[in-house]
């Protein structure tokens, strides 16, 4: 999907649905439902401040992180689609490690050809940092998984496979996070090193390149 149109009507028609949501919520006074939909909303948001204040994000990187937000946490927590579908939240662990790798690659790939910086990184060394990046995210949200259940009363850390403490989820969790983040290092490990051919992480480095004239400005 190359059309910006395509994108935005597909982002369009999820918040749509997550406001008509919002509004059932209110009416029947789930008032926790309605404030973590108004939080979700807020969430499928960001990518667009981050173009206002920050910096040009592919369309096709915004859709997936909307869709994956979606998921996640409108279909996964208010809809109870963990509980529901088994391998609900083993889909979604392993794209959030793919889209953590894909900004984490990102991250270190603008310092590495910053010219204002005055070292250059090996392709290993950017791959390394795009794998560790998305791990330590990963582990960071699940520190707040098991918050919210301490602190709050949810069940974020689900029951699994005859272990009720939560703590088998968390562990399939983190294992799901650091293979997808893996394949996306190794997919940007493979562009950096040999840059042939015509795959979605080139072309999102290059529409991220164009976007961002800025952040690569000679110094």
Do not use: C
């Not at 059309?3 to 919520?25: K, Y």
């Not at 990518?47 to 997936?64: D, H, Q, S, T, Y």
């Not at 004239?213 to 110094?219: A, I, S, V």
């Amino acid at each position: 999907m190359r059309n910006p149109l395509i994108h935005q009507r597909i982002t369009l028609v999820l918040q749509f649905i997550m406001l008509i949501e919002l509004a059932f919520a209110i009416w029947e006074q789930q008032w926790l439902t309605a404030v973590m939909t108004v939080f979700i909303l807020l969430l499928t948001l960001a990518p667009l401040l981050m173009r206002r204040f920050v910096v040009f994000i592919p369309a096709e990187f915004k859709l997936l992180a909307t869709v994956f937000i979606f998921a996640s946490l409108f279909l996964g927590e208010i809809h109870g689609y963990y509980t529901r579908f088994w391998w609900w939240d083993v889909v979604l662990h392993a794209a959030s490690g793919f889209l953590l790798g894909i900004v984490g690659f990102l991250m270190v790939y603008v310092l590495n050809e910053k010219k204002s910086i005055r070292f250059h990184m090996t392709p290993g060394f950017v791959a390394l940092f795009a794998f560790t990046f998305a791990v330590a995210i990963g582990a960071l949200w699940e520190i707040f998984e098991f918050a919210m259940d301490q602190i709050v009363g949810t069940n974020m850390q689900k029951a699994m496979l005859d272990d009720p403490s939560g703590l088998t989820d968390t562990m399939l969790d983190l294992i799901v996070d650091a293979v997808g983040a893996a394949v996306i290092a190794m997919l940007g490990y493979g562009y950096l090193k040999v840059a042939a051919g015509k795959s979605f992480l080139e072309q999102w480095i290059a529409a991220f390149l164009e976007g961002n004239p800025r952040l690569f400005r000679r110094r």
